[in-house]
């Protein structure tokens, strides 16, 4: 083995170990970072809408969206796609419906708040969390990557005339069905906590 070659391996092994650590560590650590820093935010503009007398932090619908936030932000690191199928699958094996209790609640909460601003503002809030976890869910998974590639390539094959938007959401809408779907995605971080 002459030097050059020896230095080549050399190099590919330096290269491919760096990139194991940046794309196994690094990402996924930036990745959660990221996620709860945007949680955060949402937990923030939701707390600071309650300090200006617009709701009480009393209010059922307050305590409840908060508390859903807190426990995406703690358990962020938990929350993939796979956590989210297995509960699916053992809440159906066990043939109980755990997360229809507390998504109700939430939305009860939100149907008493009787300011229709207010409403409109927690409901914003409360999509946009839930909009930040999909997106988390969506992007530490390449099986969903996939999943939803091909769902984009039949739904262009059956529609070619829509727009790359539309497309993307109906793929999405077709991907985040049954166990991906969003009552299931809100009650993960809840499960985690038991």
């Given amino acids: 083995m002459t030097v050059l070659q020896i230095a080549n391996e050399l190099q590919f092994v330096v290269v491919l170990t760096f990139w194991l650590v940046v794309v196994y560590w690094l990402l996924p650590t930036y990745r959660v970072d990221s996620f709860r820093q945007k949680m955060f935010c949402v937990r923030d503009e939701l ?18 969206l908060r508390q859903q936030m807190n426990a995406w932000i ?6 993939t796609v796979f956590r989210l199928l297995m509960t699916y699958v053992i809440n159906k094996a066990n043939r109980r419906d755990s997360d229809t209790s507390r998504s109700d609640a939430r939305e009860a909460a939100l149907e008493r708040v009787v300011d229709p601003a207010v409403k409109a503002q927690l409901a914003t809030l409360q999509q946009r969390a839930l909009t930040i976890a999909v997106k988390h869910l969506i992007t530490g998974s390449p099986i969903l990557w996939l999943a939803m590639l091909f769902a984009a390539i039949a739904l262009v094959c059956h529609g070619a005339g829509l727009g790359i938007g539309q497309l ?10 049954g166990p991906l779907n969003r009552r299931h995605i809100e009650e993960e971080a809840f499960m985690a906590m038991a």
């Fill in 47 to 64: 707390f600071d809408f309650a300090a200006k007398g617009n709701l009480a932090f009393e209010d059922p619908a307050y305590i409840l």
């Fill in 74 to 79: 703690r358990y962020g690191h938990q929350l």
């Fill in 168 to 177: 993307l959401r109906a793929a999405a809408n077709k991907v985040l069905v």
